[in-house]
Nanobody, 123 residues
Framework: VQLQASGGGLVQAGDSLRLSCAVS????????MGWFHQAAGKGREFVAA????????YYADSVKGRFTISRDNAKNTVYLQMNSLKPEDTAVYYC?????????????????WGRGTQVTVSS
């Protein structure tokens, strides 16, 4: 399974970005998908997740109301729409996939990871 994340960049506070993660090598529609980020000097943290069925989505408290995770099963792609960006959102963002259901905010649940994409928000 391969995950390819894209869409990062340098923006100003208050701007928006949309990250994309294209998945290949597995039936995308049966995968639980997650986004995590890792700021410099910190551990990898949960941002958002999408269950493979039922349309369930989950968010870290820090991004609720600002970020939206969505998926297009026809394109094998998961998105993270990030609005009202803040300097503290600056991090490398990773997409991840799991065949298993469970604690979606736990990085260990996910077997497959993409290479990160850098998001930098200036004040």
């Amino acid at each position: 399974v391969q995950l390819q994340a894209s869409g990062g960049g340098l923006v100003q506070a208050g701007d928006s970005l949309r990250l994309s993660c294209a998945v290949s090598g597995h039936s995308f529609s049966s995968l639980n998908m997650g986004w995590f980020h890792q700021a410099a000097g910190k551990g990898r943290e949960f941002v958002a997740a999408s269950r493979w069925s039922g349309g369930y989505t989950y968010y870290a408290d820090s991004v609720k109301g600002r970020f939206t995770i969505s998926r297009d099963n026809a394109k094998n792609t998961v998105y993270l729409q990030m609005n009202s960006l803040k300097p503290e959102d600056t991090a490398v963002y990773y997409c991840a996939a799991s065949q298993y259901s469970g604690s979606h905010q736990y990085a260990g649940l996910y077997e497959y990871w993409g290479r990160g994409t850098q998001v930098t928000v200036s004040s």
